[in-house]
């Protein structure tokens, strides 16, 4: 038995890459035994740069630069090149920092609508076919009508309250609420018919105006907008809450 050294090293390397035309930097792992000529063919279609005007900068784990990587029949790990070492690509084609990935400077490809109408292999021409959505005249017409029921039976609900009656408020999902109604109608925030709605606690969400707009007045966060189907108009006095204690 001889007293010989054998250095064994890993058959793979991860390494660092970096480009002059992107900021980004990327791991991959790569054999050593391939020769550097391979190992920029297989650099391009990760850094985008031609092999051909490639140049590789070899720089240690602490980014000190070790050496020009500039032989292409040598092999990657005859270079001193270990676990997250750094291979800087230069690219000597023209490229520009950041021109893979300033999506401004790519050309927009745009369709026009009635070009896209015609085409038979968008989503839009699936959804005809299909009958999906709003391309399904059945569908839309039958949720339309539902809409117009509705929409009439809340007018037909808001119709029926008066600005200062007390009122009960039962919104789905929340505590039965009483208060005092101070406004009945359309309003600007959103389509349909509301009931504006001043609480006997500050229940609410704000002083009766919605968006700038002030449709009626009370304490911040003692108003809120409900629909006139939630809202049951009635004799429902004001409670004491225990305020004949001093």
Known sequence: MDGGVIVVT???????LTSTISSFEVQRRFNRGISIADLKGKLEMVMGTPSSCMDLELFGVNDKFLQKMDDNEAMLGSYPVDDDCRIHVIDRSGGQLGEFSDVSKVEKFELSDDAYEKKTDTARSFMKKQRVGRFNEEEMAKKKAENAAREEEQKVA????S???RCQVQVSGQP???GTVMYVGTADFKPGYWVGVKYD???GKHDGSVD?????????????FVKPLTVTV???PEEDYG???M
């Open 158 to 161: 808001a119709d029926a309250i």
């Open 163 to 165: 600005v200062g009656s």
């Open 10 to 16: 890993k058959p793979t390397v991860n390494v660092r």
């Open 176 to 178: 039965t609420k009483v």
């Open 234 to 236: 009635g004799d429902f």
């Open 201 to 203: 606690e500050p229940l």
């Open 212 to 224: 700038g707009k002030q449709y009626f007045e009370c304490e911040n966060k003692y108003g809120a």
């Open 243 to 245: 305020l004949d204690e």
